[in-house]
T-cell receptor, first 110, second 113 residues
Framework: KNEVEQSPQNLTAQEGEFITINCSYS?????LHWLQQHPGGGIVSLFM?????KKHGRLIATINIQEKHSSLHITASHPRDSAVYICAVIIMDSNYQLIWGAGTKLIIKP | EPEVTQTPSHQVTQMGQEVILRCVPISNHLYFYWYRQILGQKVEFLVS????????KSEIFDDQFSVERPDGSNFTLKIRSTKLEDSAMYFC???????????FGSGTRLTVV
């Protein structure tokens, strides 16, 4: 049973394109995280959301709690954005553990 | 910017040996976590630690695993008798509070041979 589903699994785009990665979840959550994992394995937290929208540079994250859906957008994509983007949630009856999606592997070609 | 530091970055060990993975969380953070990622798979939760005790653990975190915060700065994960299937990248993470984001270490790649 996958509590967190991401789409697409893989995404290849040209530099400059607008990128959207989607995340759906099936459980009640207290927060949703978007994270970035680089080829070397390191994980960086991008956003933590419990409602609405957040923006940081060229990255925008939105969440719709009623629809149990979140999106991560990248504007003016660049080859350095190439990474695995992972959605992870904190479920309602647990304040401690993140439940992770499988990730979306993004490749931006110059 | 403050970092979570993990050592070693890569460890190779014989099956059945004990390993200790070390983490130095950010100094004013209160919540500490270990996660692992088997090659090609999702990241999985192992254990969370708050107020000097385990607050939650997953089914993976059986009697072979233990965590300690021995001196107020280090946070260690011990695997008593490693198995081949323990081979994975192990990530330590910390955060200041429940409403704050996570900071992850760069991981320890454990290879059990």
């Amino acid at each position: 049973k996958n509590e967190v589903e991401q789409s697409p699994q893989n995404l290849t785009a040209q530099e400059g394109e607008f990128i959207t990665i989607n995340c759906s979840y099936s459980v009640g959550i207290s927060a949703l995280h978007w994270l970035q994992q680089h080829p070397g394995g390191g994980i960086v937290s991008l956003f933590m959301l419990s409602s609405g929208k957040k923006k940081h540079g060229r990255l925008i994250a939105t969440i719709n709690i009623q629809e149990k859906h979140s999106s991560l957008h990248i504007t003016a994509s660049h080859p350095r954005d190439s990474a695995v983007y992972i959605c992870a949630v904190i479920i309602m009856d647990s304040n401690y553990q993140l439940i992770w999606g499988a990730g979306t592997k993004l490749i931006i070609k110059p | 910017e403050p970092e979570v530091t993990q050592t070693p970055s890569h460890q190779v060990t014989q099956m059945g040996q004990e390993v200790i993975l070390r983490c130095v969380p950010i100094s004013n953070h209160l919540y500490f976590y270990w996660y692992r990622q088997i090659l090609g798979q999702k990241v999985e939760f192992l254990v969370s630690f708050y107020n000097n005790e385990i607050s939650e653990k997953s089914e993976i975190f059986d009697d072979q695993f233990s965590v300690e915060r021995p001196d107020g700065s280090n946070f260690t994960l011990k695997i008593r008798s490693t198995k081949l299937e323990d081979s994975a990248m192990y990530f330590c993470a910390s955060r200041m509070g429940e409403n704050y984001g996570y900071t992850f270490g760069s991981g320890t790649r454990l290879t059990v041979v």
